[in-house]
């Protein structure tokens, strides 16, 4: 198609013999999913940039709707497929807050130390493509060799590597497999090492000051008009953590940094996240120390908790209430709550409406990639075609909570 046929960008200017619009993706590893990038350049430099979005059609909103509200947690696993236990909790805190359940300590502990290694290995997934992206190969498959470690302990405890809806209303699904605190301390004993060879491969590394510094820069008041949040905003200087500002699931009781940088681009986007990996070991090793071997890891609240299964094998009442609350849920309260946690990305939360039945009313998700991703026209424009790639791998998008 002929460059005057198409209709440029708002911002973008007339389209002239000097300027070419190309598309990079949706099919192009560099956009981290099925994303299309529809971008007017004027020989390498950047016009404009149009993120183009909705290839996935999930619906999970809408979908949400028809469900009970336990059964609405295997969604929040798919919203974020690389975050699916913050995903989990920022859902089941804000049922919990509708419902008002108290939930054990040990459960709420579990629930921290699990979200902090979902954190690990996100920002291991985000730190192995980003450096493939800028053309560095051997950190990718370390990355990835450290996250099999942490999915084989999220594997132990819920049962599936991926997508464990293992946070339920109420506390947990399990409790702690036998053996699973020695996992996680020789996790956490191999970590430091495994984070110095990464240093050892980026550190001084000229790749990394050359494609990320002065790159794909970003203000604050930019990022409050996009309600950009998470790892971007901390890079221009903000120290914003829900963990710290708003703590949920005990987080005021553990001692940890908020990294943050204030050179708003690319290149501090990625040591506030480096440094993030670090305070998460720091926080699972605290959490690692307060959780006991036994003690409760769900409400004992009947109403929401299923009974435990030597009961259902020999007591007809509790098989037939096992039977219910799995085939028609438990009824929540009227009323709306809004409940958000700090995912890897930044603010991940839920807004409910309840009428008082088994399933919401009204059911969304404030996803941060969705917001997130908005800023990259801003971030690219000027630029060369090369540091777009650069500009998506330092959003850390994930195309689930885009088209949610």
Not at 36 to 65: C, M, N, Q, W
Not at 201 to 228: H, K, M, S, W
Not at 267 to 272: D, K, P, Q, S
Not at 384 to 402: F, H, K, P, Q, R
């Amino acid at each position: 198609m002929a460059t005057d046929q198409i209709r440029p960008s708002q911002d973008a200017r007339p389209l002239t013999d000097e300027t070419m619009v190309i598309n990079i993706g949706p099919q192009h590893p560099a956009t981290h999913g099925v994303l299309r990038v529809r971008l007017v350049l004027d020989g390498e430099r950047v016009v404009s940039a149009e993120p183009i979005i909705g290839y996935l059609h999930t619906g999970f909103e809408k979908s949400a709707e028809t469900l009970t509200y336990q059964q609405c947690n295997t969604l929040t696993d798919r919203l974020d497929y690389l975050a699916p236990m913050t995903n989990n909790l920022a859902y089941v805190l804000a049922v919990e807050k509708l419902m008002k359940l108290d939930v054990p300590k040990r459960a709420q502990y579990i629930r921290v130390l699990f979200s902090e290694l979902t954190r690990l290995a996100s920002h291991l997934v985000w730190l192995g493509t980003h450096l493939m992206d800028l053309g560095a190969m051997s950190p990718f498959f370390y990355c990835m060799r450290e996250r099999e470690v942490i999915l084989d302990l999220i594997e132990a405890a819920a049962g599936v590597r991926m997508n464990p809806s293992y946070f339920r209303v109420g506390g947990l699904a399990y409790d702690l497999p036998e053996g699973f605190h020695a996992k996680v301390e020789a996790f956490l004993k191999d970590f430091p090492r495994w984070m110095k060879t990464y240093r050892n491969l980026v550190d001084e590394n000229p790749l990394i000051y050359q494609r990320l510094q002065g790159v794909a820069l970003i203000n604050r008041e930019t990022c409050f008009q996009y309600g950009v949040v998470g790892p971007i905003l901390r890079a221009t200087g903000l120290a914003l953590d829900l963990r710290k500002d708003e703590p949920y699931s005990s987080y005021d009781e553990f001692d940890f940094q908020v990294p943050t940088r204030t050179e708003a681009d690319a290149f501090a986007r990625f040591w506030v996240r480096v440094e993030e990996m670090y305070e998460s070991a720091k926080i699972c090793q605290q959490a690692l120390e307060k959780i006991t071997p036994q003690g409760e890891y769900a409400t004992a609240d009947r109403k929401v908790s299923l009974p435990p299964r030597d009961e259902i094998y020999g007591n007809m009442e509790a098989l037939i209430h096992q039977f219910k609350l799995v085939t028609s849920g438990f009824p929540v309260p009227e009323g709306e709550i809004y409940q958000a946690v700090e995912g890897p990305r930044g603010e991940m939360g839920f807004y409910l409406v309840s009428d008082g039945g088994p399933k919401p009313y009204r059911w969304r998700a404030r996803t941060p990639s969705y917001y997130n991703l908005q800023t990259l026209p801003v971030m690219v424009k000027g630029g060369l075609v090369a540091d777009v790639i650069t500009a998506i791998g330092s959003i850390d998008i994930m195309l689930g909570d885009v088209d949610k």
